[in-house]
C-alpha cells in the first residue's frame, strides 16, 4: 500500500476527476511522446498543410474554375505564368485550381475508403484470430484470397460490378481491396492477446464471445490498427492514382490521380508541358510521404504500450 | 486440527467430482494423441481444501481447465453437485458463476488497460447481478484490498505482485462462487507475499465456506492450507490421502522423492530423481513411473518380487473416495487404506 | 585458501537515473566469496540482486552509477581497461543470468554456441580441441554429447538451463554468478540443477555467487548467505544458521515463509509479511523494514542501523542485536 506514492491519487478528487486527470495525464504523455519524433512532426505539419488548402479550396478557387464550358476561353496546355501559377490544362483550365480542388478528392477518397479498410480489417482480423474453429479459418482463408489476388484485376472486376464510376465507387472499391494487410495484422495482435491469462480470466468470468472481443482484444489491438490505418490512406491515395491513370477512375472527377492520367492522355510527358505533369505527382509524394511518416511515429509511439497500459 | 479435517470430507458431500478424466491433445508433429490426464479420479468435499501436486508437465492445469470446462473430456466426466457438466454456452456460464478459476500469473490475468474496478466489475456485470459496486467493494475487502475506493481506478502495473493476485481473487470472490480453482496461486509471488495470499484462502474457507481445489507444485503450501493431497504423475493419480497421511507417511516413490528435495526437509536423504516427466504421448507400460523409480532401481522392487510387474503390468486406477492410497505395486492391496 | 578473495564487493553503491529521479539500488554493499566457497544472496524481488550481478562484469546500463569497488582475484573491475574487461568476461567470472533460458540462439546448434566463447578466449584453439571441450563440458553438465547437434526448442528447461551452465563453464572462470539459476524451474528440476551447480563449484573450487530469492535454497546448499533487504545486506553469516536461527526480523519472516514439513506449528498457519516491498526510489526513514517489521521499536523509524556482529562469524542490522541501542 506504500506503493500507493507512486500514483499520486489526492484523496479529495472524486474518482471520476481522478480519472479525468488520469486520461489528460496520458493524453500528454502521448504527445510528448509524438512531438519528440521529428518524422512525425513533419509529416504533421506537411498533412496539415493540404488539410487546409483542402478545407479552403472553394475560398480559393471558385468551383466554376473547373467547369470545362467556362474555361474555353482560355489558352490549353500554357506553360505558368501570372495569371496562372501553374499554367492551364488541355481545356485551359488553370491547374492550380484543378490541383487544390483535387486534394479535396484525393483526401476524401483516401480517408473514406481507409475508413472503410480499418473497419473491415479489425472485424475480420479480430474474428479469424478469436474464433478457432470453421468461421475462423474461414475468415483466414478469405483475407489470404484477397492478399494474393493480384490488385489490378481485381479492381477492375469490381469497378465493372459496381458499374457506375463516381466517388462513392472507387472508395468501396479502394475499401473492399485495402482490408487484407490489416486484417492479418490484427489477427496476429489478436493471436498475442488470446494467448494472455486475462483472456482465459474473461472466458471463466463469463464474457461472451462478443464480450471477450470487444472488452479484450479490441483495446489491446486498437493502437496498432491506428498506426495501421494511416498507413493505409498512404496506400489508398496511392492506388486512386493507380486506378485513375489505367481509366478506372472517374473521370468526372477532379482528383490526382484523373489529373495525372489526363495529362499523360494530353501528351503532356512528350510535349514537354512539366506543369501539367509534375504538380500533382509531387503531391501525391508528399501526402503519402506525409501518411507515411505519421503512421510510422504512431507505430513507435503506441507499440511500446501496447503491453503495459 | 481435528475439528479442521471434519470441516471437509468428502464422505459428507463431494462438490466436485472427476470420474475417469481423460483429456488428450493432439501429439506434436505427429506425435500420436498426448493423453495429459489418462483416468483421473477425485472427488472434492464442501468446505475442503484439496492441494493437487506434481512435476509440471503432470496434467494439473489441464486437470483444473477441465474441472471450469476449459477443455473438453475425451471421456469420463466431471461433476458439480452430482451433475454431470453440461458443455452449452448458457449451461457453462451459470455453471462458472458458481466455480471459478484464479491462475497463476496475476500480472497477466489482468487486462492492462481495464482499472481494478473494472477488473472485478467483469463478473457481476457480465452476469446481470444487483449492485455493481456494492459487490466490487465487498470483494475487494475480502480479498485484503482495503480501503477498496482507494484502488478502483488504479491499473495493474501500478500494484505489486500481491495486490494484483488479490484484485484477480476478488474477481472471482465478486461472484459468490462454491468453489474456486486456484493454478498455482502464488508461485508468481515473493516468499514474504506468498503466505499472507495463502492466509487469505485459509480466512475465505473460514468466512465463506469456500471449496478450494489448490494446484501447486509445493510441498510446504500444502502443509499450510490444504486438508488432503493428490499427487499425480504423467495423467494419473497416484497418491491420494489427507495431508498428514501422505506428507509424514508418504507411500508412493514418487511422492518420497517429491517430498525429499524440498529444502528444508533437511533429515531426509534427498532422491533427486534423474530426467523430467516424460512426453505424455509415450507413456511407459506397466507402472509409468518405472523408468525413473528409485525403487525399482535400487532393487527395492525387485528383492520384493514386483520388478516385473513394475515394468509390464497395468496398475489399477485409484478410485475417488477411500483413506490414504497410493498405485504402486510396492504398497500393499491398491486400493485399500494403508496401515500407518 | 588464499588471503585474497575470488571476488570482492567493497561498499558497492548503484544507482540508476530514472525519469521519476534518482533509484538507490544497491546501497552500500560488502561482500567477499574465496575460491572452493559457494556464497548465497537471497532477498525479495527488487532488493538489488541482479544489479549487484551486473557490477561484477560492468553490465551495468549507461544510466547507472557505480561507485565502490568490486575485486575479481584482487583487480578492480570498476577501473579496469576495456581491453582487460573483455578478456575478464568469461574468461575469469562469468554470469549465468535470470531469464536466461531465453538467451539461446534458436537458429543455431547448442555446439555452435558452446564453441564461440571457446575460439574468442583461446586463441590456440582448433576445431577439433573447441568440438573436444564441447563434448566435455556437456558431460560436465549432464548432457549427452549428441545435445551438440541439438536446436535450444528440441530442450526442456531443465536441459536448457544445463546448457547455459555449460557456457558459462567454457572459458574455465574461476568466478561463477548465477542469478537466480532455478526459478522458472520445477521441484525436481531445482534440485538437479542445484545438485550440478554446487558439484561443480567444489570440484573445481571456484568461489560461486548463488542469488536467489528463495532462502530456503540457500540456506541448504551454501556456505554463507547474505540477505538483502532495500539495496542493503541485512544479514549474513554461515547459511545453514542464518536460516535455522535467524537474527534479523526479515530474515526470520523469509525463513518461516517456507514451513517445516511435519512440524505441527505451521500447519494451517501460512506465515507471511503484511505489505510490500519498499520501491528503492522511495524508501522509508530509519531501519527501511519498519513499516512491516512485527518487532520494531518506537526508535526504529529514525535509527541508522548498521550490520553489527550477532554470533560467531554473523552480523546482522537491527537495533535488537545492537546492544549500545535501549530496546524498550
Ligand atoms: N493445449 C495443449 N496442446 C498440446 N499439449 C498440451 C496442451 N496443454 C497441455 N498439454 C500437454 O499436457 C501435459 C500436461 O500439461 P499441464 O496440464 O499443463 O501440466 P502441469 O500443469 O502439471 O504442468 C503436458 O505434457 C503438456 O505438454
Ligand atoms: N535499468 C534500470 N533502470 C532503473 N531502475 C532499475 C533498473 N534495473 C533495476 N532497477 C531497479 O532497481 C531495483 C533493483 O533491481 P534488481 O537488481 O533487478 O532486483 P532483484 O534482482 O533483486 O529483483 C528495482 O527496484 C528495479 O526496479
Ligand atoms: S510400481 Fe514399481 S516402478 Fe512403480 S512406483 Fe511402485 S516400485 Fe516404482
Ligand atoms: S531495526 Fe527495528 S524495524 Fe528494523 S528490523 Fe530491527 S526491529 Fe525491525
Ligand atoms: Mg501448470
Ligand atoms: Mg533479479
Redesign the pocket.
Known sequence: MRRASTVTTPRKLSPYAIARTRRKKSLQRFAQAFFGQPAGVIGLVILSVFVLLAVSAPLLFDREMLDITKTLGNESLEPPNGDFWLGTDENGRSILAVLVWGARASLVVGLAASLISMVLGTLIGIGSGHYTGLAGSALQRLTDWFLVIPFIPLVVVLAAVLGQRGLGTIVLVLGVTSWPGTARLVRAQTLSVEGRPYLERAKVLGDSDWQQMTKHVLPNVMPLVIANTTLTVAIVILSETTLAFLGLGDPFLDSWGTMLDKATGAGAASTGAWWYLLPPGICVILVVLAFTLIGRTLEVVLNPRLGSE | MSERAAVGSVASEPVIEVDDLVVT??G?RGGGT?R?LDGVNLAVGRGEIVALV??????????ARSILGLERPASGEVRFQGEPLGYGGRALKAYRRRVQLVLQDPTGSLNPRQTVYEAVAEGPRVHRMADESGRVVKALSQAGIRPPERFFLRYPHELSGGQRQRVVIAGALALNPEVIVA?EPVSSLDASVRGEILALLLQLREELELTLLV?THDLGLAWNIADRLVV?YL?RVVEDGTTEQVLNNPQHPYTKALLSVVPEMEQVESIVLTGE?P??ARIPTGCRFHPRCPAYASGEAEAAGIAADCRSRELPILGATGGHRAACWLVPAGDAPIPR | MSDVAALELRDVHVTYRTREGPVPAVRGVDLSVFAGEVVGVAGESGCGKSTIVSTILRLFPASATVTGEVLLDGENVLTMRWGRMRAVRWGVASVVFQGALHSLNPIQRIGTQLVEPIFLHDKLATDNSAATKVRTLLEQVGLPARHADAYPHQLSGGQKQRVMIALALACDPQVLICDEPTTALDVMVQAQILELLIGIARERSMAMLLISHDLSVLGTSCDRVAVMYAGRIIEHGPARAVFDWPEHPYTRALSSAFPTIGDAASRYAPSGLPGDPPFPGDLPSGCPFHPRCPSALPVCPTVDVKLLPAGPGRTAACVLVDQSVPTR
Open positions: 491433445f493432439r506434436r498426448a495429459a506434481g512435476e509440471s508437465g503432470c496434467g494439473k492445469t489441464t486437470l493454478d494446484v499425480m495423467g516427466t512426453d505424455c
